[in-house]
Structures are given as C-alpha cells and as structure tokens.
C-alpha cells in the first residue's frame, strides 16, 4: 500500500483526496519506480481542482513530472537501483503520475538522472527547466548567437522564464527579460538578466514591424505580448513560442515573416523525442547551478499537495514547488 493524490469521477463533477492505493491497482508498466519527488506544476494544479480539462482517463493519478529510484524493470534499459526522472508522455493525464508513492510506467518514457543531480535537484528544474532548454536548443538550431544581438525572455520571473534567463546568460547571450513584476528587477539580474524591461508596453498592438532591436526571443505568454515581441525580432532571428500564460491569441501579420525572415518556433515538451529530452537534461545539467534556485523553491509533503494546488490557483504562491513524497 502506498499513499497517492486521486482525482476520481463524480455525478457533478470531480473529487479529489489523498488515499491508500495497492501496488495492483498501479497501471500496466514495464517498469516501476519509487517516487521520491515531484513538482507542482500550473498542469497539476488545473487537473487536482478541476478548473481545466487536463484528465483524460479516471479515476487519475496528477502529477506530470516526478524523480525517483527504480523498484522493478522488465526492460534492459533499467535495473532495480537506477535513478530516474519522467515528465510528460501523458502522465498525470492519461496515465498515472507523480503524485504517489510508486509509480509504474513505460521504460520508453524514462530519462536517466544525470549524475550532477539528486532526485531533489531534478525536481527543482522540473518541467519548467527542461522546457526552457528546449526553447534554448530552438533557438540554437534556428542559428541565433550570442554574437547576433540582445535576445528577449518574456514571463521572465515565471518558472520556465528564469531558466531560459539563467540558461542563455549562463550561454553568453545578453539577455533582456520582460516582465510584469518590476519588483523582481533585482531577482533577475541576479540570475543573469542583463536588463530587465516591464511588459506594459507590449500589451498594446503596434505596427506590423516594429524596429528590430532583438536577435531572439523565448516567450511564454503568447497572445499580443508574443506578437509584440515577432513585430521587433532582427531580420533572420526567431523566436520560440512555448505558453500561453497572456492568452491563446496571436493578433500578428505575416509582415515579421516574409519581410525579415523571422522564424516561429513551436515547443512541445511533451511529445519531445527520447534523445532530444535526454540531450536537454544532459545540457542542463552542464549549465545550471541549481543551488542558485533554492531560494525560490517552496516544499510541501505529499500530504499537502492538494492544499498547495489550490493555492497555486488561487496566486498565493511563488516559484518553483516541489512536493517531498518519500
Ligand atoms: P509560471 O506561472 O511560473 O510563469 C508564467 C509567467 O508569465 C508569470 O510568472 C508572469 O511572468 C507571466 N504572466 C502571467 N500571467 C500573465 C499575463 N496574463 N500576461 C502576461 N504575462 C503573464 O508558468 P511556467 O513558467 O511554468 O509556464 C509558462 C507557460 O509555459 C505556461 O503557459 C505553461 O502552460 C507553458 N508551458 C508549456 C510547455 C510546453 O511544452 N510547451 C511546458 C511547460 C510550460 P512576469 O510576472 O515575469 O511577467
């Protein structure tokens, strides 16, 4: 038996608690890990209270990322003692997720934990870290260098903002984050922003192009801000588009496109393929001191994983959260 987050059907709606489940009742799985640690993600938050269609099958597990110790593989790829983490492939959606004590999951989905972190640490980048270096290698492969210009990182002070934020200066880029929190000016300079700019300014629809002042950009709000922000990128640069903290729209013209060669790059972390995600762990890895992140980890028992939940809905909480669940 072990203690797991439950999200079950019910006539009116959804109900969720923390309940004892049975090792059988875990879902088919080639291998089976011991839960050590996850996070709480905008994701959880919507499946646990309910406010967004986020569980695809009942009654659910949430949790779509979690760090731990293999239990028992039926795959050559892992053996009993392997440190392992998981986010995405569906888990917490479709397929129980992290948010219990064990978990059993295909091996496929798995990433070996890179030798310079603990389960913890892994946990503190989370999805959020792995997502921003995704957004990173975009930006790489799309041919944006250090020594093309400033590069923009929008929700700066939001999780996968203050990574790629971290990330890029750590890489030599100047790195201008954007953002609605002024009073986080001092916080981002600290992590590497070279220069910190309010967002306000692009909320407002401006001009099909706009003077082209940045070589790339990483945006996580979508919406007007990212159209704002395609409307200045220099001729040739690009940028990734991986949230929609500001919104699903995108009020933009062609004119960035076929006038200045701007790229618009998708991420996807969820789906990403095998080696693309274990290359992003691994670059991770080799630039991030996670130490430099504690100061905005906040960390609740598996017990208060609900409560948390709610409190991340509710705007009561701050940076990353990661939940110690044995
Ligand atoms: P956070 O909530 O930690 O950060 C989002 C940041 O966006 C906030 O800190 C804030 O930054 C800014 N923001 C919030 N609301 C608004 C608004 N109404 N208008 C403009 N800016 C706003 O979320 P994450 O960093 O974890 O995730 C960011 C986005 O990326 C989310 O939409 C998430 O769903 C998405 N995501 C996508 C993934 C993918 O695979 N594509 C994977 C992981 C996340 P500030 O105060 O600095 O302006």
Same mark, same amino acid.
């Given at each position: ?26 879902? #088919? ?23 967004? !269609? ?10 779509? #990322? ?66 921003? $270096? ?15 210009? !400033? ?14 934020? $971290? ?14 929190? $002024? ?35 990483? #945006? ?27 919104? $699903?729209? /995108?009020? /933009? ?58 409190? /991340? ?14």
């Amino acid at each position: 038996m072990f203690d797991a987050v439950m999200i079950e059907k019910t006539e009116t709606g959804q109900s969720v608690s923390l309940r004892q489940v049975m090792k059988d009742e875990l879902p #088919d799985g080639d291998v089976l890990v011991k839960v050590e640690w996850s996070t709480l993600n905008y994701k959880d938050a919507l499946a646990i209270t309910g406010k967004g !269609p986020i569980v695809k099958s009942w009654p659910m597990v949430p949790g779509i #990322d979690f760090s731990g110790t293999v239990v028992e593989s039926r795959t050559p790829d892992f053996r009993p003692g392997d440190k392992v983490l998981l986010n995405g492939w569906g888990v917490g959606e479709k397929h129980w997720g992290g948010l219990a004590g064990l978990a059993r999951v295909s091996g496929e989905w798995l990433t070996p934990l890179p030798a310079a972190f603990s389960t913890r640490q892994a946990m503190i980048l989370g999805t959020a870290g792995y997502t921003s $270096m995704l957004c990173v290698m975009a930006l790489e492969h799309a041919g944006v260098q250090p020594s093309g210009g !400033p590069v923009l990182v929008t929700g700066a002070s939001g999780g996968v903002g203050s990574i790629a934020v $971290m990330l890029l200066s750590e890489l030599g880029y100047e790195t201008v984050a954007v953002t609605g929190r $002024m009073a986080e000016k001092d916080y981002l300079e600290s992590i590497g922003a070279s220069r910190v700019i309010d967002r306000e300014p692009f909320t407002h629809k401006g001009r099909p192009l706009e003077k082209a002042e940045w070589a790339g950009a990483v #945006d996580v709000v979508g919406g007007q801000v990212l159209a704002s922000v395609c409307a200045a990128i220099r001729p040739r640069g690009a940028v990734v588009a991986c949230g929609l903290a500001g919104g $699903m729209d /995108l009020p /933009l013209t062609v004119a960035p496109f076929i006038l200045r060669g701007v790229s618009l790059l998708g991420i996807d972390s969820v789906l990403c393929p095998r080696e693309e995600r274990r290359e992003a762990w691994n670059r991770l890895a080799a630039l991030i001191d996670v130490t430099r992140l504690e100061n905005v980890v906040s960390e609740y028992p598996l017990s208060k994983a609900i409560e948390a939940a709610h409190a /991340l809905m509710d705007g009561r909480t701050h940076g990353r959260i990661l939940i110690r669940v044995s």
